[in-house]
């Protein structure tokens, strides 16, 4: 694969997963499409261009898109976003209690007699 085709499909990889990866992870996450010297090449590269931050742990290098390239949210879409978050915790919760007191009724039932065992009994 070329270098720039294989920059930008790392790229847009990085850039939809948001989240920090090693070489050997972004090789394995992209079945090994790119081979593993194109891919720490491409890294590397992005880093030095800015796409990417590249962190180093030891012998580790790990990259990240670099977050200041993402777009920022302004107030009203950050409260949509709350105010929706703050609705599905609510359903969240209704069906968590909802699912307990199914499970509740499922184990009365379960305890009681069936129609047999209560006509045995009273035989």
């Known amino acids: ?22 070489a050997t992870d ?18 590397e590269g992005l880093a030095k261009a ?5 962190k180093v742990y030891g012998k580790q290098k790990i990259y990240f898109v670099n977050q200041n390239t993402l777009p920022s949210l302004g107030e009203t879409e950050l ?18 209690e909802e699912t307990r007191n199914i499970d509740n009724q499922l184990g009365s039932l379960n305890s009681s007699l069936t129609t047999e065992q209560a006509r045995e009994r009273l035989n």
Do not use: C, F
Not at 1 to 22: C, E, F, H, T, V
Not at 79 to 96: N, Q
């Open 26 to 43: 972004v090789l394995l996450n992209l079945h090994k499409e790119i081979g593993k010297t194109q891919v720490v090449k491409s890294l």
């Open 79 to 96: 409260k949509d976003l709350e105010t929706a978050i703050s609705e599905k915790t609510k359903d969240v919760t209704l069906l968590r």
């Open 50 to 54: 800015g796409h990417l931050v590249e």
């Open 1 to 22: 694969m070329a270098a720039a085709a294989a920059d930008k499909k790392i790229l847009k990889y990085m850039q939809d997963q948001n989240r920090p990866y090693s």
